[in-house]
């Protein structure tokens, strides 16, 4: 999916009247199957990206295009036949706790299917061995009939991504995914996400706090008080430029990952010694 976006803002739906908006006029364009990862500091407005970019926001100002069509023109039914193109997995995935796993997984294909396909899956789920499928993915086909409220949070997290290689999106706004991740788990969760995406040519945008695993994307965008501060190619993210972005200094923001930590290779030499 493409996506363009010019003077973008958004507000948070319970923000007071006169507020700051939590994202700022951005602009933006992503080209069909392209992924890049966003950082910054928390309180950045990373989350409000994302939401403004699922259509879970509408702009309070500027213009947002998805493969050419601005969604907020559109009838109802239109724009939630749209929003089942779209898969935005939030940081804390909203599984409901007594739900099995295979229902919670297979929930990403609501939007596809019709009422009655959606109720009879409730009760006989369809779709068993693609749910396990992606569920190995992330190394964990052993919990395909366990309750939500039994699994840890960072295994939770695992389904929520899960969701995403179930689901028919061709768009892919992720939040923070390794955020209760381990590092191995997290470096099998970022392979997983951009090789499936890679191969089904879906967009794939993601919030990240490791700037070690941000590097592995070839696109780093850098956001601070709502603002886009840096749309980069990885290579020219400097640590001098990340050191402002955090306004830390450069000793501060630490040791590239060794080989093998959660980015699964140590960022490039721009975000190395510089």
């Known amino acids: 999916m493409r996506i363009a976006a010019q003077g973008l803002t958004a507000r948070h739906p319970a923000a007071k009247a006169g507020s700051a908006p939590a994202l700022k006029p951005a602009g933006l364009a992503v080209a069909p199957g392209e992924q890049l990862a966003v950082v910054g500091p928390s ?34 039914a239109r ?41 009879r899956s409730l009760l006989y789920p369809t779709g068993i061995a693609a749910a396990q499928a992606a569920l190995a993915q992330f190394d964990l086909a052993d919990k395909l009939w366990e309750r939500v409220d039994r699994l840890s949070g960072g295994e939770r997290q695992r389904v929520g991504l899960a969701r995403a290689i179930v689901s028919a999106a061709t768009l892919w706004l992720v939040d923070e995914p390794l955020s209760s991740l381990d590092p ?62 955090y306004e830390q200094r450069e000793h501060e923001l630490g040791a590239p990952a060794p ?15 510089r």
């Open 259 to 273: 080989e093998g930590a959660a980015a699964g290779a140590a960022p490039p030499a721009a975000m190395r010694g």
């Open 184 to 245: 191995s788990r997290a470096a099998l969760a970022i392979d997983t996400l951009t090789r499936v995406a890679r191969e089904r040519g879906v967009t794939l945008v993601t919030t990240l706090h490791q700037v070690d695993v941000a590097a592995r994307f070839a696109r780093v965008i850098g956001m601070r008080d709502g603002e886009i501060r840096f749309d980069l190619p990885a290579a020219e993210v400097t640590r001098v430029r990340l050191a402002a972005l």
């Open 79 to 119: 724009l939630q036949k749209l929003r089942g193109r779209l898969f935005l997995a939030p940081q804390a995935p909203p599984l409901p706790p007594r739900q099995r796993v295979i229902t919670a997984v297979l929930a990403a294909r609501l939007p596809q299917q019709s009422l009655a396909a959606s109720l």
């Open 43 to 76: 309180g950045a407005g990373k989350t409000t990206l994302l939401h403004a970019l699922a259509c879970a926001l509408q702009p309070a100002a500027g213009r947002l295009e998805l493969d050419g069509i601005d969604p907020w023109t559109l009838p109802v």
